[in-house]
Structures are given as C-alpha cells and as structure tokens.
C-alpha cells in the first residue's frame, strides 16, 4: 500500500529542502546517533530516513550496504511514519500488516519485517523523516526502548537544525561578502571617476587665483576661498572612501610575529614626525603575532589622529602593550592632547563623522579604518578621555 500524501505535502517539502541536507555526505554525529539507537533495541538495522517526493533518503545507515542510500518512497516505512508527526509507529510483523504484506522491502532485501519509527519533525510541524529501526524477524519494544528511541530522535531533530543553521549562516556570509566586495569595488571606481573633475575645478581655480585675483574683488576672493576649500574637503573624502574600501584587504596576508617597537618606529616614519613632537614605546611586550600591515595601518592612523588634533607644540604620545589574561594582547595609544568630549565619542568611530576639536576640523575616516581592522582581526577598541586630559585608544589583539 502506498502511503497517503499530507494536506500539507508541498510546505512539508520546502521545509524538508531548506535545511540543504539530501545527498549530503555521512557524518559521525548521525552514525553515532543509529547505534545507539540499534544497541538499545537490539536490532541489526538502524536509519535516519528523510522523505523526499519520489524517495526515501537515508542521512545514516547501520546494517545496510554502503551503496544503498535511497529507496523509492511508494516502498517505505517511512512515508507512512510521517503521517501522524506525533506518534511512533510499531510494526510487530509487516508480513501480518495490510500496508506492508505486499511490500517488496518485505519478502526482497532487505527482508524488514520488525519496523519501529520515531518521525523527525522540525520546528515548524513538518515531519521530515524519522529515526527507526528495522528487524530481520517479529518483535515487540519495551516502553522503555520506546521512551530511548523518542530521546534520541529529538537529538536527531537537534542535529538537523544545527545543520540548517549553519547552511543559512554560511549562504548569509556568502551574501555579505558579494555585497561587501561589490561595494568595495563601487566605492573605488566613484572615487576614482571623481578624482577628474575635482582636480580640473581646483586646477581652475588656482588659474583664477592666478590670473584674475586683481579683478575679483573681495567678494570675489571670497567665494574662490570658499570653492579651493571646498575641492580641498572633497578632494580628503574620496581619499578615505578609496582608504576605507581597501582597508581589509590586508588582512589578507598572513600573520606574522612581529616586533612592536619596529612597527611604532615604521609608523612615526612614514608620518614624517619630527621634533618636538615625539612617540615613545613603553611596553614589556616585544613581539605579537596578527598582520603586520593591519596593525601598521592603525598605528598610523591614531597616531596621525593625535597630531592632527593636538594643542601642543610638542605633542607626546606613548604606545604600551600588556599581555591579556584570556591570552593575546592589549594594545594602547595615549595622547596629551585636548581630548574627546563624552558625546562625540562614539561618533569619532563613525565614516565621515565631522569633528571640530579648538580651530581643528575633519571629516573622520582614519578612525573607521581602525575600528574596521581591528574589528576584522578579532578584536575591539575602545577609548577614554576627557577635555583637557588626553585620549587614549585601546585595542585587542587576540591570540
């Protein structure tokens, strides 16, 4: 006899193919769960079955030949399992049962005769498949080997939703990373295409400036002013949209043990520092391991970040590294400079968030870059400060 199909047969099967697990390849969490489930009642056969529309398909098999991953649905058990999602089904003898007594599975390998199945149902309702075992001859369970056999078909329906959740994490990172690449790739192509003609405005506006300053008039020297500054801010955003988009991609290189002190050193030197100012490295810790151009990229950006903003005509600023207790690194960047009020902390971290600290003015994109490393190596920032007491940012680096 073949099995009744459900009112809710089509839902039951885009369930069942959400959770990406057919044609899967066998895993030990599943085998081990089938014998377990053949130990307890003592039979040579033991399944987890997932009912497909035109098959059965078989997740774990103990007692069946490797190559026998499937049967046609009209022949199993477990179609008619899955009709009732709330109740085992026991089949003492299939040979006395009018559903199963013409059935080729029966009298044909892999001869069932003793069939018990708990159906596997997901959180929505839908019976899926079932967890059963199969007897070569008649035989009756215990309510106790009923009451196991229950247990472990609940931890089959856990291991199916693991699964599906990693599927769905995975096709959602996969969606993020497309996005993140196409938007990478569409930041730098804007950002490029814009470079032309805000070079062009501030070439003219220099011919101008050049030329014609005798007939502008004060008016006139005002608004070119205004269009030099105005070329010169727009000139500093597509450079961090550029910067900004190209961030993680180095971390893509491997991670290193590098030196500390080194690294501070290579930043102050491409930042072009010269006295007064100064950087001085004051941490036990001499090497770390995480992407040397990563953590180059950050110390350059903070340490630029506070000679930008400093009040000092000689600004200090002191990198420390301590050991984590968790393990890795706490990594800190301390300024004397005027510091940040409490309500534009957070807004520091934010893509082009607009500052003004005493006469200094940006338009912030270095501090993105570096919650963006960090964040992408594993780790988080952080800062504290207060006006007139100096910033301090500090950083994870995780082992």
Known sequence: MIAPLSEDEDARLDNLRQYGILDTLPQQEYDDLTALAAEICGTPVSLISLVDQDRQWFKSALGFRPEQTETSRDLAFCAHNIIEPNQ??????????????????????????????????????????????????????????????LRLGRQAEKLLELHRSLQTTR????????????????????????????????????????DYSDRLGDDGQELLDLVAQSTTDATYMIEGVLQYSQATRALLQARERISMINTVERATRQLALHAPHSVSYIGTVTHVSTSPIALLQIFQNLIGNALKFSDKPACRITVDCVV???????????????????????????LFHSSDRGSKRSHGVGLSIVRRLVTSLGGTIRLSSGPGEGTTFTFDLPA
Request: proline share 8%; glycine share 6%.
């Open 324 to 350: 984590r207790a968790a393990g890795g690194h706490t990594v800190s960047v301390h300024d004397d400079g005027p510091g940040i009020p409490p309500e534009q902390q957070e807004a520091v971290f934010r």
């Open 171 to 210: 096709h959602l990172l996969h969606v993020r990373d497309e996005a993140n690449a196409q938007l990478r790739d569409f930041s730098h192509v804007i950002a490029h295409d814009l470079k032309a003609p805000i070079r062009n405005i501030s070439q003219a506006t220099h011919l101008l400036r050049e």
């Open 88 to 149: 085992t089904m026991v089949v003492p003898d299939a040979r006395l049962d009018p559903r199963f007594k013409d059935n080729a599975l029966v009298h044909d390998d892999p001869n069932v005769i003793f069939y018990a199945g708990v159906p596997l149902v997901s959180p929505e309702g839908h019976a899926l498949g079932s967890l059963c075992v199969i007897d070569r001859k008649p035989r009756e369970l215990s309510a106790h080997q009923l009451d196991l056999l």
